[in-house]
């Protein structure tokens, strides 16, 4: 059985001939023929294969054709669904970097300040992906974000699976 990994998530339809814009693990080898699984955003909704048509890049994401939706109406219902890939397809990640699936779970910690907290899930804002954090002392629930911008990162330890942060100060203490 093929186990699928987040790696990216459908922002919204481009334009009126079916292209949609795309926000994705840099990592990720898709390439036009490539099959592809998206989990709609509704918790009961099934997820399903679709294979790409085409791609092409725009700034930091992609803009891509599917075979089985030809219209600007045919993605609406797809808005925010999750890109799936199949982890045995991933190649690994090059020394000093990660996939963004790999947080997950992970314990963060900061230079000055010490342990955050855990990563309890991944958002995106837009601009960029956001860590939700889950600090110790925090109600149940209540998640702090982080914005996962390079000058914020210092390391990824997998081994012990850590991710180690530089925030500026003020920015844990405000959220």
């Known amino acids: 059985m093929t186990e699928w990994i987040?790696?990216?998530?459908l922002m919204h339809a481009h334009g009126v001939?079916?292209?949609a814009?795309?926000?994705l693990d840099p990592a990720v080898p898709i390439e036009v023929g490539s099959e592809?699984?998206?989990q709609p955003r509704q918790p009961a909704a099934s997820s399903f294969i679709l294979r790409v048509k085409t791609l092409r890049s725009h700034g930091d994401d992609y803009l891509v054709r599917f075979d089985a939706l030809g219209s600007r109406e045919s993605l609406q219902p797809l808005h925010g669904a999750r890109l799936r890939w199949p982890r045995a397809a991933l190649p690994a990640a090059p020394v000093g970097e990660?996939?963004?699936w790999e947080l997950l779970g992970a314990s963060v910690e900061d230079e000055a300040a010490g342990l955050l907290g855990?990563?309890?899930h991944l958002s995106d804002n837009g601009a960029q992906p956001l860590l939700a954090v889950q600090a110790p002392g925090d109600l149940p629930g209540r998640q702090r974000?982080?914005?996962l911008v390079a000058p914020f990162i210092g390391r990824f330890d997998r081994d012990l699976h850590v991710l180690h942060l530089r925030?500026?100060?003020g920015l844990w203490e405000d959220a």
């Not at 987040?6 to 998530?9: E, H, P, Q, S």
């Open 6 to 9: 987040d790696v990216g998530v």
């Open 17 to 19: 001939t079916g292209e």
């Open 21 to 23: 814009r795309l926000r």
């Open 36 to 38: 592809i699984s998206l």
């Open 98 to 100: 990660f996939y963004l």
């Open 118 to 120: 855990r990563v309890d």
């Open 145 to 147: 974000l982080v914005p």
């Open 167 to 169: 925030l500026p100060a």
